[in-house]
């Protein structure tokens, strides 16, 4: 589940604002095997969108489902004496209603400088594939983050996003705030 809240400044001083809970995802990754210190997997997620964002019609509302089929490779190691990993996602949405479909690459790296302190890194890219009234969308943001492990299996997330590159493609600021369960 995501929590979202827009905010819009019209130039004319109107403003808008909408808030709730955006969209819910539910995935699974199969691992496939590993080769050379790399681990393969599949990972299908649904996503059901809760709320509209926006008037473009290339914005989800509520209802609106995609599907997407993705990949991932993963690896681990250790620099300077700090457990590291890196992963690298690449997955296809088939978005239906009349939206276009979207392809998706992400990296994530990560080091724990200290015991129960994990840092991480995110770059997070997107671009709208198919017929849309006007030039496709494409947008990279970046994510930094911090995780602390309070318990056994149990951590908090807290970071930053912000969108460093986009055509045709709010412009986004925000704050993530997580609990990680390890099963």
């Known amino acids: ?9 019209w130039h004319a001083g109107a403003r808008f604002t909408s808030q709730g809970f955006s969209r819910a995802k539910l995935g699974v990754r199969y691992a ?3 080769w050379q210190g790399t681990e393969f997997s599949l990972q299908p997620i649904a996503t059901v969108h809760l709320m509209r964002s926006g008037d473009d019609p290339s914005m989800p509302g509520p209802g609106d489902t995609d599907i997407e089929a993705g990949g991932t490779l993963a690896s681990s190691d250790t620099l ?6 890196s992963v690298q996602e690449i997955g296809y949405s088939f978005s239906g209603g ?10 994530t790296l990560g080091l724990k400088p200290w015991r129960n302190v994990m840092l991480l890194f995110e770059s997070r890219n997107a671009a ?11 947008e990279s943001k970046l994510a ?12 908090l997330e807290v970071g930053a996003l912000h969108t460093v590159f986009g055509r045709n493609a709010l412009e986004e600021s925000g704050v993530t705030l997580g609990v990680w369960h390890r099963f």
Do not use: C, H
């Not at 300077?80 to 990993?85: E, N, S, T």
């Open 1 to 9: 589940m995501a929590w979202k809240q827009d905010r819009k400044n």
């Open 80 to 85: 300077l004496g700090m457990d590291i990993f």
């Open 144 to 155: 930094v983050s911090l995780v602390y492990e309070v318990a056994k299996d149990w951590s």
């Open 98 to 107: 009349g939206r276009p479909d979207k392809l998706r690459a992400d990296i």
């Open 128 to 138: 709208n594939l198919g017929g849309l009234r006007r030039q496709g969308t494409q």
């Open 32 to 34: 496939l095997g590993e």
